[in-house]
Every structure is written in C-alpha cells, then in structure tokens.
C-alpha cells in the first residue's frame, strides 16, 4: 500500500534507498521552527476561511502541544513527513489532512532552514562579541607594554601589546559586521512560494512573515525554494571568523611556547602528557586551529554542492544542511573558547620588553631619523643602517656600538657625507619605548593612543551587543504575536 503522505504516483519503495535520502539525522534543529511555520500556515489558512475553524483549532491545539524536545523518529523521512504523521495520529485525517493545503515541503524547509540560520547567526555574533570583550581586557591589562611588532616572524618594529591586540579587534568587528550583513538577506521569508510556482490557495504571505519573524518576503517563488546562498553566505562568514580566529589560537600556541615565552594559557585550556609530567600543551588553542580547517571544508563541500544546480528545488540542497550545522556549531563553540581563554591569558612584561631590548627592531627609526636631521635621502639612509646592522651581526656588537663607530664611515660612502650622531641622541633613536612615542599616524602603535582606541573598541563592542538584543527582542516579539493569533482563534472558535 503506498504512503498516503508521499502520495500514490510512487507505489513501491526501498527501505534502503528511503534511508539514503532521509534527512531526518539533522532536522532536529529545525523542529520548533517547522512547528511555528505550521501554525503560521494555518492561521494564514483560516483568516482567508481556505479552512474551516474546527479544522485550524483542532490543528493549532495540535502543534501547541508538540513537545520543543521532540524526538524524531529514525523510521520517517524528515520532520515535516513526521509532524504531519503524528498530526494524523492525533487528530485524525479529517483535520490534519488541512496542514499542508497551498505550502510544500520546499517552502517549508526554505523557511525552517532561514529561521535557525539566523538564530545561529545571532548566536556567533554574541560569540565574537566575548571575544571582542576579551581581546578589551587584556588590552586594558597590558595594552602599554612594549613587544616586538613581526613580518614574516621576523622581529620588525616596536609596537604595543594594545596595537597587536587592535588588529584582531578590527578583524572580528569586521566579523560581526558580515553577519550583520548577512543576517538581512537571511531574514526573509519563503512561505506562500509553495513548490516552486506560488499557489491559487488564499495566502497572506507578508501575515505568515510578521508571524514568523521575518523582515520580508522573498520575493520569487522559485528562487526562494529553491536558493541556498543564504546558507552559502553563512557558511562564509563562518569560514572568515575561523580564519580569524585560527590566527590567534596560532598566536596563543607560539606566545605560550618556551622560545616565545610571552604568554601563559590557564590551565583550563592546557592539558599535560600522558608521558612527560613537566607539559603544559594548550590543546584548545590547537583544537581551535584544527577547527578552522573543518570550518573550510564545509564551505568547500557546500558550495560544491550546489553549483551547477538547474533552477527550482533539487535535493540535492538538503545535503548543505549538516555542512551548515557542522560550521556553525564549531565557529560558535572556536569564538566561546577563545573569549574565555583570552580573558584568562597572562603575558609575562619582563619576557616582552625583554624582547625589544637590543632587537635591532628600531633601525627602521634611525634610518628616519638620519632623513629628518641629516637630509639624506631615505633609500640612501636604508642603506647605510642595513650596512651597520649587518656589520653588528657579524661581529656580534649591539647597533649601539656599530653606530658609533661606523656610521660616519658608512654614510660616506654611500651618501657622500659624514654622518656623526652623539651617544644620548642615539641611544632615544634606538629605545623602543621613545620610538614608539615618535609614531605619529592615526592607528599608529602611539601608547598614547591606547585610552582613546579602548574607549572606541567599548563604544564598538555596545552597538554590537544592542544589535544583538534588539533582534532578539524582535524576534521574542514575533513569538508572542504567533501565540496570541493562536489564542485569539481559539476565541473565536469558542464563540
């Protein structure tokens, strides 16, 4: 006998080939959402009177009773084929055989599948947010002290621990913008577009949106059934905060070994060996590294899947689900860790002004300072402190020394004139801490700075969060109105 849900055009089925297609092993995040979808549905349904009031009371008392820990049922094809099923069950075909006049499984999962998008990507947003807060508190703990500023891992200039700290900041509020972004054109809603063609059904698309959270429609019916660049987007802003954040658990990692020393990780976040007693590995700093990869691979997999797809719903697009899933779960849970791995980070100030002392790394300022007191042309003064810096090295003197006595000799012959420079003057051109006061641009590594651009990343990190809250809010507020139609149809019926 064929599945009367699936219809009587296919008579025979294969249990095995039934289990390949099912998605019914990830449809458990999207249980609540197809839940509120179908009494949306119904309400819309019964306000166009396509239904009778018995009809949509005895099916809203139905879906207001479905359990929100619902567990799904291995042997069924997916929640919409499952909830359908237990409808039936419940309230007899009489009644559930109205849920899904004028919507198709393809709306329905569009809509489901936006719905927990955007509540993930609420839930990554808050997540960065820690990790701005974080990266905020560590900077007010040692945002003036000196470290090395690299290129290519190379010790490059001087900067502060409060500059380095900036970067990552900026990064991850670049983060939080893109799923801002992209929470825009997520928050659209596909019911109403039916399979892919619209129905003759009675339906008040822009009613079902406002019940369901939405900011708008989308708008063709086919494209909304059959689109997935939402979760394309998605995914990539996932994969972009993983990269970023794979940046600093490398950090982390480097800051914490012994060569580095700059950091220690709370033990927390560390595990020993199995075998040697005296390790301290910082494992979720390296699970997070990990993870980034995973991330990526998501993406790479997602977007392989739906390329060259003709137009309209394919099932193929049911197998980006667990990808998104499997992304989202694992940046949320990357950004968690590291916001609370950050704010217990300890940076050792001795090791880091250590560091910059004799470094070399302010030879960039001397050569400035030969253009600005001497008048020698930059790539000439380039040249003359490249010379004197190799010359240290080879003989194992500091830049100091070699300074003193070779400059004027050096500059003599590669600028036509002798350059002398007294001990005092020196010795400010090459001391970090007086260099790094010399820095003159905007987003420049100035400790002066650091009051100003904690009072602006707080200002950032308060809009973020507002953001957050009042999309939560909006959509607490569509929730409500949802129950309250419920209950003014129930009302009605009642009368």
């Not at 820990?69 to 007899?92: F, R």
């Not at 006049?101 to 960065?128: C, F, I, P, W, Y």
């Not at 005296?278 to 899947?305: D, M, Y």
């Not at 309209?312 to 779960?329: G, I």
Request: include cysteine; proline fraction near 4%.
């Amino acid at each position: 006998m064929p599945n009367i849900l699936r219809g009587s055009r296919v008579r025979r089925s294969s249990k095995r080939a039934n289990d390949f297609v099912s998605s019914i092993g990830f449809d458990g995040p999207l249980v609540n959402h197809v839940v509120s979808i179908n009494m949306a549905h119904m309400l819309a349904l019964a306000r166009s009177k396509e239904v009778s009031p018995e009809v949509a009371s005895a099916s809203l008392r139905f879906l207001m009773g479905v359990p929100s820990n619902l567990v799904l049922d291995p042997s069924t094809e997916d929640v919409h084929h499952m909830l359908e099923q237990e409808a039936i069950k419940a309230i007899g075909m009489d009644k559930a055989g109205y849920l899904n006049l004028g919507k198709s499984r393809n709306d329905q999962v569009a809509t489901a599948l936006r719905m927990e998008t955007r509540a993930r990507l609420l839930d990554l947003s808050t997540a960065l947010c820690g990790v701005q807060r974080s990266l905020v508190l560590l900077a007010r703990r040692y945002g003036k002290l000196p470290m090395p500023g690299y290129t290519h891992l190379q010790h490059a200039q001087p900067i502060t621990v409060a500059h380095h700290l900036q970067g990552y900041f900026e990064a991850v509020q670049r983060d939080l913008e893109r799923a801002g972004q992209a929470y825009g054109r997520v928050n659209r809603s596909p019911m109403g577009a039916a399979a892919l063609a619209g129905t003759s059904v009675r339906l008040d698309r822009d009613f079902v949106a406002s019940l369901l959270g939405f900011d708008g429609l989308a708008q063709s019916a086919m494209d909304a059934v059959s689109s997935r660049d939402f979760a394309l987007e998605t995914l990539s802003v996932a994969a972009m905060a993983m990269v970023n954040l794979g940046r600093m658990a490398e950090e982390i990692i480097l800051w914490s070994s012994s060569e580095f020393g700059f950091a220690e990780v709370a033990d927390e976040y560390s595990a020993t060996s199995s075998i040697m007693p005296q390790k301290k590995n910082p494992v979720v700093a390296e699970t997070v590294r990990a993870k980034c990869g995973s991330v990526l691979g998501e993406l790479t997999a997602s977007f392989a899947i739906a390329k060259a797809l003709p137009n309209s719903y394919n099932l193929d697009l049911q197998e980006v689900t667990p990808h998104l899933w499997r992304a989202t779960d694992d940046t949320i849970a990357s950004a968690t860790l590291m916001a609370e791995m950050l704010s217990s980070l300890k940076l050792d100030p001795e090791r880091l002004m250590g560091s910059v002392a004799g470094d070399m790394s302010t030879a960039t300022e001397l050569a400035n300072h030969l253009v600005r007191e001497y008048q020698v042309p930059f790539r000439q003064a380039h040249a003359i402190v490249g010379d004197i810096v190799r010359m240290s090295l080879e003989r194992g003197s500091t830049l100091q020394e070699t300074v003193l006595k070779e400059l004027p000799s050096v500059s003599s012959r590669i600028a036509g004139k002798a350059v002398k420079i007294d001990k005092q003057r020196l010795a400010n051109v090459l001391d970090a801490l007086k260099t790094l006061e010399l820095t003159r641009t905007e987003g420049g590594a100035n400790p002066r700075s650091v009051p100003r651009l904690l009072l602006e990343d707080s200002r950032y990190l308060k809009q973020n969060l507002s953001w957050i809250a009042r999309t939560r809010g909006s959509l607490k507020e569509a929730e409500g109105r949802l129950r309250e139609q419920v209950a003014k149809n129930e009302v009605e019926v009642r009368r």
